[in-house]
């Protein structure tokens, strides 16, 4: 930790130490070390669920758990990776990296950033507290569907407090984040000369501001259903369970690019640099990503091709699900336009963000089989759309976080990450989470349901092989504790530019960065 | 170019019978619409193969081309108006030609009128009725794959958690209209071979339809997570001649009166509890367990509750109405008095308990 953060330049002002500064700091990469400290820490504990899931499902048969437990695990499971890990690593890359890729000396509300910061633990140990809760935790599915929410103990409404709590965090993070982007950048950045992962999580921002209130007004009105009388999802008093999924689904599709904006960001920074040659086609990337954003609350529909919704209401969901493939096609299309002609490397960000590209397209491929509602409704809820997620937001979303914390450990650390560890790391990740995810295709096409703890015994197999590549994909993480622990303690010495082909404000600073950075407005150009 | 295709007539000629036999995709179609489904999958896939080796062959040729290893030089171009335009506007052409077969896919599913047969299909925690509303026949199908086989104790069956002691029955070739709704929470009915999913929305009603080619035996299973007992939860739909489909209206109508009588006639305390333990092994045992200790927390333990140990009425209220917001559903359309008599005496002797036994008539007098 101590090369993670270098005593204070000048002792201008004391700072605490300890235990203190962490809980009061209001400096953007203390924040920015304790997001990704959270999302490593909670990564350990819903990666050890799905371990737990894929050993249930080694074999047909009930062996380590009960289906109560089970369904537990597949909830918590989903919550905590995308709330627990995957947001909060974006959040952590956005506070140290926007304030140094825009020449600003911290984000624009400094104390709300540590408020913001310090819900999320609280949220967390709530979600893992109600499992010991009478009834265990909540058993529902992480898309928390009514009437079966309604049946659950009270862990189901320490869950409701908990998803309010993330997304108050959210929604300050998103408010700090988007007014640090549109006040702070250094004098002559206009828009359109941020870097690419500034733009992507200004989109992000707004995506985050719009649509997690949603998400909190359909929590609350589970908690109002379950406990002060209300009949909003109940048919018995008026009310209809498949509004929820609308609202639900509302909130769900802008958050699944919530999701992936900002590893788009992160791989068009890692490609050009390994590229050593610019981003190709910059504007459109920009059009591209704010499109995406667009159409993303036009789709929340898809979500539910089997609730038996009009034919019209189909069309109109399908029409516009295959729209975003435009947008998304010009994503990749650029990408590869910017490593043609170029003078490529591959170290490990660009090995991840090179592996982002290949396999996130998979993932998007098989989201356009699913668009198409005749085959949706023999895929819905199986595991086709359980290999399609993973591979948009393992292979997608992980694999990009997994480049960008490469890329930037020097900058962050001072010390280049162990070439030889990270290139293992690589190697089995990709290896392993293809032998995980691909199979789950087959299962789906072949009639297996998601969040099973049993199967027919036609599944056996292709089971068995995910198992096997789950646990070495799990196993191969730790791989990055390693390599990660390594380069924060030493290593080889990174230049300012650690990279030779990078560019950008955030290399214009010394590796490791100061504690205070930009404090002098630097003018552009 | 020449090299890709004849590649590409290769995987796609020469493995798909393999395919087949490691079930690489759809099941098999056995109806109309799921034969629809399946060509759109196959064209679909087909689409997005080709564009996956275009697109990554001119990446994977580019990292090796433009190695630096390799002593390449990198060019400075950063925009091409011309390749922008080319690469939004094919895919958006491509787009509509997948978006065109669909459409008329979407149509043909969504068309359910004119059914020769409507049957409707009602959800349960977690079982299946089957409702032959211009017939008069109704009956719960239920799982029979045994506790043991779950357990590991005892081998699997061939249709080890696909097998039901009613299966759903209908003619082969004739439009069968399905109603869905549900009792309690979302489920989804599912067959892969005809090609029908579609969820059970308590409250409400929503149909869809199917016509099987032939007799044969198909399985599904629940596809909505609806609790503890989602997993368990088949659909068998058997598909019979329109002959036999008649034989076997005629003989499940028969039987259904037989029933109907056997339920009023007098029956020993022994026999009572021999058939209320069968009845607790279909619909209770998922959550109060085979040993009625329940499971702490989320269902009650049977064994030494007051309710079962003290007064039958209240005990008797209770299976009939459930317990709103908790998982205990009404039994009182799922299951006759005769049904429900015998699985409450059955509970009231059982495991030390030591209530008094009841009756149909008792059950009868309560139900409101």
Same mark, same amino acid.
């Given at each position: 930790?101590?090369?993670?953060?270098?005593?204070?330049?000048?002792?201008?002002?004391?700072?605490?130490?300890?235990?203190?500064?962490?809980?009061?700091?209001?400096?953007?990469?203390?924040?920015?070390?304790?997001?990704?400290?959270?999302?490593?820490?909670?990564?350990?504990?819903?990666?050890?669920?799905?371990?737990?899931?894929?050993?249930?499902?080694?074999?047909?048969?009930?062996?380590?758990?009960?289906?109560?437990?089970?369904?537990?695990?597949?909830?918590?499971?989903?919550?905590?990776?995308?709330?627990?890990?995957?947001?909060?690593?974006?959040?952590?890359?956005?506070?140290?990296?926007?304030?140094?890729?825009?020449?600003?000396?911290?984000?624009?509300?400094?104390?709300?950033?540590?408020?913001?910061?310090?819900?999320?633990?609280?949220?967390?140990?709530?979600?893992?507290?109600?499992?010991?809760?009478?009834?265990?935790?909540?058993?529902?599915?992480?898309?928390?569907?009514?009437?079966?929410?309604?049946?659950?103990?009270?862990?189901?409404?320490?869950?409701?407090?908990?998803?309010?709590?993330?997304?108050?965090?959210?929604?300050?993070?998103?408010?700090?984040?988007?007014?640090?982007?549109?006040?702070?950048?250094?004098?002559?950045?206009?828009?359109?000369?941020?870097?690419?992962?500034?733009?992507?999580?200004?989109?992000?921002?707004?995506?985050?501001?719009?649509?997690?209130?949603?998400?909190?007004?359909?929590?609350?009105?589970?908690?109002?259903?379950?406990?002060?009388?209300?009949?909003?999802?109940?048919?018995?008093?008026?009310?209809?369970?498949?509004?929820?999924?609308?609202?639900?689904?509302?909130?769900?599709?802008?958050?699944?690019?919530?999701?992936?904006?900002?590893?788009?960001?992160?791989?068009?920074?890692?490609?050009?640099?390994?590229?050593?040659?610019?981003?190709?086609?910059?504007?459109?990337?920009?059009?591209?990503?704010?499109?995406?954003?667009?159409?993303?609350?036009?789709?929340?529909?898809?979500?539910?091709?089997?609730?038996?919704?009009?034919?019209?209401?189909?069309?109109?969901?399908?029409?516009?699900?295959?729209?975003?493939?435009?947008?998304?096609?010009?994503?990749?299309?650029?990408?590869?336009?910017?490593?043609?002609?170029?003078?490529?490397?591959?170290?490990?960000?660009?090995?991840?963000?090179?592996?982002?590209?290949?396999?996130?397209?998979?993932?998007?491929?098989?989201?356009?089989?699913?668009?198409?509602?005749?085959?949706?409704?023999?895929?819905?809820?199986?595991?086709?759309?359980?290999?399609?997620?993973?591979?948009?937001?393992?292979?997608?979303?992980?694999?990009?976080?997994?480049?960008?914390?490469?890329?930037?450990?020097?900058?962050?650390?001072?010390?280049?990450?162990?070439?030889?560890?990270?290139?293992?790391?690589?190697?089995?990740?990709?290896?392993?989470?293809?032998?995980?995810?691909?199979?789950?295709?087959?299962?789906?096409?072949?009639?297996?349901?998601?969040?099973?703890?049993?199967?027919?015994?036609?599944?056996?197999?292709?089971?068995?092989?995910?198992?096997?590549?789950?646990?070495?994909?799990?196993?191969?993480?730790?791989?990055?504790?390693?390599?990660?622990?390594?380069?924060?303690?030493?290593?080889?010495?990174?230049?300012?530019?650690?990279?030779?082909?990078?560019?950008?404000?955030?290399?214009?600073?010394?590796?490791?960065?100061?504690?205070?950075?930009?404090?002098?407005?630097?003018?552009?150009? | 170019?020449?090299?890709?295709?004849?590649?590409?007539?290769?995987?796609?000629?020469?493995?798909?019978?393999?395919?087949?036999?490691?079930?690489?995709?759809?099941?098999?179609?056995?109806?109309?619409?799921?034969?629809?489904?399946?060509?759109?999958?196959?064209?679909?896939?087909?689409?997005?193969?080709?564009?996956?080796?275009?697109?990554?062959?001119?990446?994977?040729?580019?990292?090796?081309?433009?190695?630096?290893?390799?002593?390449?030089?990198?060019?400075?171009?950063?925009?091409?108006?011309?390749?922008?335009?080319?690469?939004?506007?094919?895919?958006?052409?491509?787009?509509?030609?997948?978006?065109?077969?669909?459409?008329?896919?979407?149509?043909?599913?969504?068309?359910?009128?004119?059914?020769?047969?409507?049957?409707?299909?009602?959800?349960?925690?977690?079982?299946?009725?089957?409702?032959?509303? %211009?017939? &008069?026949? *109704?009956?719960?199908?239920? @799982?029979?794959?045994?506790?043991? !086989?779950?357990?590991?104790?005892?081998?699997? #069956?061939?249709?080890?958690?696909?097998?039901?002691?009613?299966?759903?029955?209908?003619?082969?070739?004739?439009?069968?209209?399905?109603?869905?709704?549900?009792?309690?929470?979302?489920?989804?009915?599912?067959?892969?071979?005809?090609?029908?999913?579609?969820?059970?929305?308590?409250?409400?009603?929503?149909?869809?339809?199917?016509?099987?080619?032939?007799?044969?035996?198909?399985?599904?299973?629940?596809?909505?997570?609806?609790?503890?007992?989602?997993?368990?939860?088949?659909?068998?739909?058997?598909?019979?001649?329109?002959?036999?489909?008649?034989?076997?209206?005629?003989?499940?109508?028969?039987?259904?009166?037989?029933?109907?009588?056997?339920?009023?006639?007098?029956?020993?305390?022994?026999?009572?509890? %021999?058939? &209320?333990? *069968?009845?607790?092994?279909? @619909?209770?045992?998922?959550?109060? !367990?085979?040993?009625?200790?329940?499971?702490? #927390?989320?269902?009650?333990?049977?064994?030494?509750?007051?309710?079962?140990?003290?007064?039958?009425?209240?005990?008797?209220?209770?299976?009939?109405?459930?317990?709103?917001?908790?998982?205990?559903?009404?039994?009182?359309?799922?299951?006759?008095?005769?049904?429900?008599?015998?699985?409450?005496?059955?509970?009231?002797?059982?495991?030390?308990?030591?209530?008094?036994?009841?009756?149909?008539?008792?059950?009868?007098?309560?139900?409101?």
């Amino acid at each position: 930790m101590d090369a993670a953060a270098p005593a204070l330049p000048h002792g201008q002002h004391s700072a605490p130490a300890g235990l203190w500064r962490w809980l009061t700091t209001t400096n953007h990469k203390d924040i920015g070390t304790l997001y990704f400290c959270f999302a490593a820490t909670m990564f350990l504990v819903g990666g050890s669920m799905a371990m737990l899931i894929r050993a249930e499902l080694f074999q047909p048969g009930l062996q380590l758990v009960q289906p109560d437990l089970f369904n537990q695990l597949t909830t918590l499971h989903g919550l905590i990776m995308i709330f627990g890990v995957i947001m909060p690593a974006f959040t952590g890359f956005a506070n140290w990296q926007v304030p140094l890729m825009i020449g600003a000396p911290d984000m624009a509300f400094p104390r709300m950033n540590n408020w913001s910061f310090w819900l999320l633990p609280v949220a967390g140990l709530f979600l893992l507290f109600s499992m010991v809760l009478p009834g265990g935790a909540v058993a529902a599915g992480w898309t928390l569907y009514p009437p079966l929410f309604l049946q659950g103990g009270i862990s189901y409404d320490l869950t409701i407090f908990a998803i309010h709590i993330m997304g108050m965090s959210s929604i300050m993070g998103a408010i700090n984040i988007v007014t640090t982007i549109l006040n702070m950048r250094a004098p002559g950045m206009k828009l359109m000369d941020m870097p690419m992962f500034v733009w992507t999580w200004l989109i992000t921002g707004f995506l985050l501001i719009a649509v997690m209130p949603v998400l909190a007004g359909a929590v609350t009105m589970l908690l109002t259903d379950r406990n002060f009388g209300t009949h909003f999802f109940d048919a018995g008093g008026g009310g209809d369970p498949v509004m929820f999924q609308h609202v639900f689904w509302f909130f769900g599709h802008p958050e699944v690019y919530i999701l992936i904006l900002p590893a788009f960001g992160i791989v068009s920074t890692v490609l050009p640099t390994f590229a050593r040659k610019p981003l190709f086609g910059y504007r459109s990337m920009v059009y591209a990503t704010a499109s995406i954003a667009i159409l993303s609350f036009l789709v929340w529909g898809h979500h539910m091709f089997t609730v038996g919704m009009p034919a019209a209401a189909q069309l109109f969901f399908m029409y516009t699900t295959m729209l975003i493939a435009v947008p998304t096609g010009v994503k990749v299309f650029n990408w590869i336009a910017t490593l043609w002609q170029g003078s490529l490397s591959f170290e490990a960000p660009m090995l991840f963000a090179l592996a982002f590209v290949c396999l996130f397209t998979i993932g998007g491929f098989s989201g356009l089989v699913l668009a198409m509602v005749p085959v949706d409704v023999q895929l819905q809820d199986t595991y086709y759309v359980v290999a399609h997620f993973h591979y948009v937001l393992v292979t997608g979303a992980l694999f990009a976080i997994y480049a960008g914390l490469y890329y930037w450990l020097p900058k962050w650390t001072g010390h280049l990450p162990d070439p030889a560890l990270s290139r293992w790391h690589f190697w089995l990740s990709a290896i392993a989470v293809n032998v995980l995810f691909f199979p789950m295709h087959f299962l789906g096409l072949a009639g297996m349901p998601r969040r099973i703890p049993d199967y027919a015994l036609q599944f056996a197999d292709f089971n068995r092989i995910a198992s096997i590549g789950g646990f070495i994909f799990g196993a191969s993480q730790i791989l990055l504790l390693i390599v990660i622990v390594k380069c924060v303690r030493g290593g080889e010495k990174a230049a300012a530019c650690a990279w030779e082909g990078a560019e950008g404000l955030e290399w214009s600073v010394p590796s490791p960065a100061p504690y205070h950075t930009f404090g002098q407005p630097r003018e552009l150009r | 170019m020449g090299h890709r295709r004849q590649w590409m007539v290769l995987w796609v000629t020469g493995v798909q019978p393999v395919w087949a036999d490691w079930a690489f995709n759809l099941p098999a179609p056995r109806s109309d619409i799921a034969a629809r489904i399946n060509d759109l999958h196959v064209l679909i896939l087909l689409i997005c193969l080709g564009i996956f080796l275009v697109v990554f062959g001119a990446m994977f040729y580019a990292l090796f081309k433009y190695r630096k290893s390799a002593g390449h030089a990198a060019r400075h171009f950063h925009a091409n108006a011309t390749v922008e335009v080319i690469w939004t506007v094919i895919p958006f052409f491509i787009l509509v030609g997948m978006a065109w077969p669909a459409t008329r896919a979407i149509l043909a599913q969504k068309d359910t009128a004119n059914p020769e047969l409507t049957v409707k299909v009602t959800g349960y925690q977690w079982k299946w009725e089957y409702d032959y509303l %211009q017939d &008069g026949v *109704k009956f719960m199908s239920n @799982s029979t794959t045994p506790a043991e !086989q779950i357990a590991n104790v005892a081998a699997k #069956g061939a249709y080890y958690l696909r097998e039901v002691d009613q299966p759903m029955v209908v003619p082969a070739g004739k439009k069968v209209r399905l109603l869905l709704t549900s009792h309690d929470v979302i489920h989804s009915w599912w067959v892969p071979e005809l090609g029908v999913k579609q969820d059970a929305i308590p409250g409400f009603i929503r149909d869809t339809w199917f016509r099987a080619d032939a007799p044969g035996t198909y399985r599904g299973q629940c596809a909505e997570l609806c609790g503890r007992g989602h997993g368990f939860m088949p659909v068998v739909v058997e598909v019979k001649s329109p002959a036999d489909y008649q034989i076997w209206l005629a003989a499940r109508k028969a039987g259904q009166a037989a029933e109907v009588a056997a339920a009023t006639e007098p029956i020993s305390l022994a026999a009572l509890k %021999q058939r &209320g333990e *069968k009845v607790f092994t279909v @619909s209770c045992a998922m959550c109060h !367990q085979a040993n009625g200790q329940g499971i702490p #927390g989320a269902f009650p333990a049977l064994a030494g509750s007051p309710l079962v140990n003290g007064p039958a009425a209240a005990h008797i209220e209770w299976v009939l109405n459930g317990k709103p917001g908790t998982a205990m559903p009404a039994f009182k359309d799922q299951m006759n008095d005769a049904d429900i008599a015998a699985v409450i005496t059955y509970e009231r002797a059982a495991w030390g308990n030591r209530g008094t036994p009841v009756r149909a008539a008792d059950v009868k007098a309560l139900r409101r």
